[in-house]
Nanobody, 122 residues
Framework: QVQLAESGGGLVQPGGSLRLSCAASGSILVIYTMTWYRQAPGKQRELVAD???????NYADSVKGRFTISRDNAKTTAYLQMTDLKPENTAVYYC????????????????WGQGTQVTVSS
């Protein structure tokens, strides 16, 4: 079974930093695009940043220059380095994989993690 597990959320003061991790588990051969989304209370889920298997990145305008997405060498873990955090960044942050291939289940589409809470408050 393939799973995504996010970690690294927490409470941080405005201007602070956090690093989120999204680790994929299972007999994974390749992961294509990994994406961070977030959902604030009462709002729709929105894209924060994504990174494809070639390392090409894409960011929401609201986080450009403050957030950095990256992947480890094995390309099964994605990170979101968040700096200069603002109260409006408070949300549950979710990791998504659009497509992956695993030895035991073949090609799997649209995998989501359980989310990690980020709260920015003084």
């Amino acid at each position: 079974q393939v799973q995504l597990a996010e970690s690294g959320g927490g409470l941080v003061q405005p201007g602070g930093s956090l690093r989120l991790s999204c680790a994929a588990s299972g007999s994974i051969l390749v992961i294509y695009t990994m994406t961070w989304y977030r959902q604030a209370p009462g709002k729709q889920r929105e894209l924060v940043a994504d990174i494809n298997s070639a390392g090409t990145t894409n960011y929401a305008d609201s986080v450009k220059g403050r957030f950095t997405i990256s992947r480890d060498n094995a390309k099964t873990t994605a990170y979101l380095q968040m700096t200069d955090l603002k109260p409006e960044n408070t949300a549950v942050y979710y990791c998504n994989v659009d497509r992956l291939v695993a030895t035991n289940v073949g090609t799997v589409y649209n995998v989501w993690g359980q989310g990690t809470q980020v709260t920015v408050s003084s």
